[in-house]
């Protein structure tokens, strides 16, 4: 089986900077995405990493380390529409597209 | 329209009734899938289609029936539910090569079974 781990709620205030850090265990790893979605809308791709180190795309960075099971997802300058649930998901075995996802994090962004 | 689409947005059934949900994508891409996202709960991967081909069937109750007549389209036909199968349900297509990473969403039928 596969578990993720990741913390269920964070808040911060606009321009800081928040980490999401994503935990797992699985077999076949074949990749860490991060996901986005707002209420009420769909789970739109953010970053993918299949091997070690730091993805950088705008404010939004992904790292993950394959050794410890781990990774994060860094928002930087945060703003308002950022507030949204984000999900993790593993890529795992050799069929074709199996994600497994977290139970996702609730990011609130305050004023 | 562009991206994943899914029709009906909203839907209320009866656990006698049959329905059917369809996804079409407009993307040129040649794997999808089926996913249900219930409230406090992880998504659920349930079905993947390969060039028209079922590759996963993720223990999926037989109640669920999905249909993928051709690489644009999939259908979940749905029979007897129960109450508990309430939720989103969420297509999403990818190339195949790109499955493990960037998957495309349609907005999703969110369902209630009575």
């Known amino acids: 089986g596969q578990s993720l781990e990741q913390p269920s709620e964070v808040t911060a205030v606009e321009g800081a900077i928040v980490q999401i850090n994503c935990t797992y265990q699985?077999?076949?790893?074949?990749?860490l995405s991060w996901y986005q979605q707002h209420d009420g809308g769909a789970p739109t791709f953010l970053s993918y990493?299949?091997?070690?180190g730091l993805e950088e795309t705008g404010r939004f960075s992904s790292f993950l380390s394959r050794s410890d099971s781990y990774g994060y997802l860094l928002l930087q300058e945060l703003q308002m529409k950022d507030s949204a649930s984000y999900f993790c998901?593993?890529?795992?075995?050799?069929?074709?597209?199996?994600?497994?996802f977290g139970r996702g994090t609730q990011l609130t962004v305050w004023p | 329209e562009t991206g994943v689409t899914q029709t009906p947005r909203h839907l209320v059934m009866g656990m006698t009734n049959k329905k059917s949900l369809k996804c079409e994508q407009h993307?040129?891409?040649?794997?999808m899938y089926w996913y249900k996202q219930s409230a406090k709960k992880p998504l659920e991967l349930m079905f993947v289609?390969?060039?028209?081909?079922?590759?996963e069937n993720n223990s999926v109750p037989s109640r669920f029936s999905p249909e993928c007549p051709n690489s644009s389209h999939l259908f979940l036909h749905l029979h007897t539910l129960q109450p508990e199968d309430s939720a989103l349900y969420l297509c999403?297509?990818?190339?195949?090569?790109?499955?493990?990473?960037?998957?495309?969403f349609g907005p999703g039928t969110r369902l209630t079974v009575l």
């Open positions: 289609y390969n060039f028209k081909e079922q590759t």
């Open positions: 993307l040129g891409h040649n794997a």
């Open positions: 699985t077999s076949g790893f074949y990749g």
């Open positions: 999403a297509s990818s190339q195949a090569r790109d499955s493990y990473n960037e998957q495309f």
């Open positions: 998901a593993v890529g795992r075995g050799s069929t074709l597209g199996r994600l497994y």
């Open positions: 990493n299949a091997l070690d």
